[in-house]
């Protein structure tokens, strides 16, 4: 039985008298959401072709129960499915540049041969229990760790495309990755502290971090390495200055783990460091996020950073952002522009459109994709019901 195995019974186990002496109903809350990406590209090179639709859509079912005593009881299962870039699936990629390498530890992303190509998928992102009282937050099970879910960046009108951390790529090529996501929704055990002066603290571990998610798949190729015990650190600061009417958000992350590579110049194990803030001021909010990670192998450090300005317009959300990313290991280096907006039509429909330049450099070349996305994202409380 593994460590994770052992701590999930344990707590299971101890949950069950607990669960007994429940003092609420249990409520319980299903939502749908279901995005669609139209895009119009003029794409020039060789390492990638774009894609003029893509979508997905996710289930959020969420469970909750209070106890006398104030302890929140919880659970989450989310599940997802999408159709993303089909020569970059779960942001990896394998890019076929003239230099051999294999795929990083952090950027997962090669410089060998692409396989074949990927079509639509489906994951079970979230699956995890969460105990949450005046002594902090545990949670156990599939989930992400504390530096992701902590991380603070640039504001864009868009969701799902944008110039870094994207969940769907009509390019192809985006590179720049700073929310900080190691592990992906691997099973893991993190604790976070509660807010104290607007500041918390938090870790996780994570035995096996080879994640199979729509967003971190780090199983898609053969020459990915093997990443286990990791561990995370990370604390987010969220202050309001009533005097300046001003709210600031700030994270700030490290993050290391095992790595075993068959391939030379593995460290062995890899380090990743992450900072970003948000800051909104009465008539705008701007923000923007850095990553630098050694990769898991000698002299072959991704770094990544994005910055960006957002507005509301008469109704509309209006952002300008900017990326650049640099993966040694690959020989490939980014840019990215784009100018967004969205507006709400109905509560439960969002009509985005953005204007969007990529740039990706490479020892093969360079390549670059311009042009429109339009962004239409329908969500809905699909099931609400409470339950002795």
């Not at 079509?119 to 105990?131: K, T």
């Not at 005046?134 to 868009?158: I, K, M, T």
């Not at 391939?263 to 948000?278: I, L, Q, Y």
Request: aromatic letters at 8%; proline letters at 4%.
């Amino acid at each position: 039985m593994t460590r994770l195995n052992l701590l999930s019974c344990l707590l299971v186990g101890a949950s069950v008298p607990v669960l007994a002496a429940q003092a609420t109903p249990i409520e319980f809350k299903s939502d749908l959401e279901a995005a669609t990406i139209v895009s119009a590209i003029d794409h020039d090179g060789l390492l990638t072709q774009d894609e003029s639709l893509l979508y997905e859509v996710a289930l959020d079912n969420r469970i909750e129960t209070f106890l006398d005593n104030g302890l929140k009881i919880s659970g989450r299962l989310t599940l997802r499915g999408q159709r993303d870039h089909p020569a970059r699936p779960g942001f990896s990629g394998q890019f076929g540049t003239s230099v051999s390498a294999p795929a990083g530890a952090y950027s997962a992303v090669s410089s060998t041969e692409p396989g074949d190509e990927t079509g639509a998928r489906g994951s079970l992102e979230a699956a995890y229990l969460e105990f949450d009282g005046g002594y902090g937050e545990l949670r156990l099970g599939r989930d992400r760790g504390v530096a992701a879910r902590f991380h603070e960046g640039a504001p864009s009108a868009l969701t799902f495309t944008g110039v870094s951390n994207v969940y769907l790529d009509p390019t192809g090529l985006s590179l720049a990755r700073t929310n900080h996501d190691l592990t992906g929704p691997s099973a893991k055990l993190s604790y976070a502290t509660p807010r104290i002066l607007g500041l918390r603290a938090g870790i996780s571990f994570t035995p096996d971090a080879n994640a199979k998610g729509l967003d971190r798949n780090l199983s898609a190729f053969s020459d990915q390495p093997d990443i286990e015990n990791a561990v995370e650190l990370a604390a987010n600061l969220s202050r309001t200055l009533r005097s300046a009417n001003t709210s600031i958000e700030a994270s700030l992350a490290w993050s290391t783990a095992s790595v075993d590579s068959p391939f030379a110049g593995v460290r062995g194990d890899v380090s990743t460091f992450s900072a970003g803030t948000n800051i909104e001021f009465p008539a705008f909010t701007i923000g923007g996020s850095w990553l630098s990670s050694d990769n898991g192998f000698k002299g072959a450090d991704y770094e990544a950073w994005d910055i960006g300005v957002s507005k509301e317009i008469r109704g509309t959300d209006v952002s300008i952002g900017y990326s650049e990313a640099d993966d040694a290991l690959a020989g490939l280096s980014s840019e990215a522009f784009s100018i967004s907006a969205a507006r709400n039509i109905t509560d439960d429909l969002t009509l985005g459109l953005s204007y969007q330049d990529q740039k990706l450099r490479s020892p093969a070349g360079k390549n670059s994709g311009s042009g429109i996305v339009v962004e239409i994202t329908l969500r809905s409380d699909f099931l609400e019901m409470s339950a002795n």
